[in-house]
């Protein structure tokens, strides 16, 4: 029975001992993420075709101007030659219809020249009609009929200067309506001339290509994937945070991460206006982005600067602290005795845990895995 009370023993040599202090803590949240390359581009066919030919693989490093891959151009040059002939055709009816107009408006411009000296023959005549008549070599009757022939003309002339308005009027609208259809057609064409030169697939920047479908003689759709490249030599992380630390994280947190042995600093310069499954997503600049260590995929223990802490009681942190709350560690109470406390946490960065309660400065904590012991209440150390 007496030996129910005899407490386990541990060497020294087996357990690492960390002193409680005070000091300023950095805290951040930590989170998961992964490197990725900073400029990623994702290349998709112009139109429906199919591949003639595959001129680089991945692994390649590319020029701007570097071709990638040839589409069959086959249908996409018949509708540019159709599009340049129904342009073509636009503008000969247009130069058409300024000859029609041009020749109308003449005829009509003739016609008032001839209806204007005709009116200025009768205004002569009426004159001298007028004159016999008060001479008594003419008659009222004569003078009245000429009266209102010239009315009748004048009338006349009017009607032509309101057609030749009319006609100027019609044949502007026609014009404008068939350079609005010469526009169009126009911009058809260049978009279809786009399409034509995006359909030989060259690399858009200085960059390494990951991906080419290199089926020679596949069939594919407009807007199928077809070529991924991305920049190789400059990196960013992706990762996500959980949604209830969106208040305390924001465009320009700095960041610490640690990839392999090695940490980088770096700022968030994007977040996700989107929660997926309680997660937001971000990205973040690296200050040393094209170090020799960073290499696409690799995973990223992310933290998260968010406060500063002056005068924090603290402990170095250790591999079983996960997040605030409240932890089951052994103090050293004299140079021979481990004592099970529970304390409780609060936050964190790469060196140092906050202690809440539980701890006062001057206290040995081991922060080596004691989980053998987690149902002991004391142990003696040799």
């Known amino acids: 029975i007496i030996s129910l009370f005899i407490n386990p023993t541990i060497s020294r ?32 066919s112009p139109i429906a075709t199919r591949i003639l030919e595959v001129y680089r693989q991945p692994g390649d490093s590319l020029e701007e101007g570097t071709p990638i891959l040839l589409l069959d151009l086959t249908d996409a040059q018949s509708t540019v030659l159709k599009a340049e002939d129904q342009r073509r055709l636009k503008e000969i009816e247009i130069n058409r219809k300024k000859l029609d107009n041009s020749t109308s408006i003449s005829d009509l411009q003739m016609n008032i020249k001839v209806k204007e000296m005709e009116v200025n023959s009768l205004k002569v005549t009426l004159e001298n009609e007028k004159y016999l008549d008060s001479i008594g070599s003419g008659t009222g009757e004569r003078v009245r009929e000429v009266e209102m022939k010239l009315a009748t003309e004048q009338l006349q002339l009017q009607q032509l200067h309101a057609q030749l308005k009319n006609n100027r009027k019609i044949a502007d609208a026609s014009i404008n309506s068939s350079n609005v259809e010469l526009s169009m057609l126009s911009r058809d064409l260049n978009q279809v001339q786009k399409q034509m030169d995006q359909a030989k697939v060259k690399s858009p920047r200085n960059a390494t290509l990951i991906y080419v479908n290199d089926q020679i003689g596949a069939q594919i759709s407009a807007g199928e994937h077809i070529a991924t490249i991305a920049d190789l030599n400059h990196f960013k992380l992706s990762g996500e945070f959980a949604e209830g630390f969106l208040d305390r994280i924001g465009i320009g947190s700095k960041v610490t991460a640690k990839i392999g042995k090695k940490l980088f600093e770096g700022t968030i310069i994007n977040i996700s206006p989107n929660s997926q499954n309680g997660m937001i997503s971000f990205t973040v600049s690296l200050k040393d ?35 605030p709350g409240k932890y089951d560690l052994f103090i050293l109470t004299d140079n021979s005795t481990l004592t099970r406390r529970t304390v409780t946490l609060g936050d964190s960065n790469w060196e140092y845990v906050e202690v809440k309660s539980g701890l006062k400065p001057g206290e040995q904590v081991v922060t080596s895995k004691m989980e053998k012991y987690k149902s002991e209440r004391n142990i003696t150390v040799k």
Not at 18 to 43: H, L, M, N, R
């Open 13 to 44: 040599n087996d357990i690492t001992l960390t002193t409680v202090d005070q000091g300023t803590i950095a805290t951040s949240i930590g989170c998961s993420g992964k490197v990725e390359p900073a400029f990623e581009q994702i290349i998709t």
């Open 289 to 323: 982005n094209s170090s020799p260590d960073l290499r696409a995929g690799l995973k990223a223990e992310i933290n998260i600067l968010s406060d500063v802490i002056d005068n924090a009681i603290r402990i170095r942190r250790f591999p079983e602290y996960k997040k």
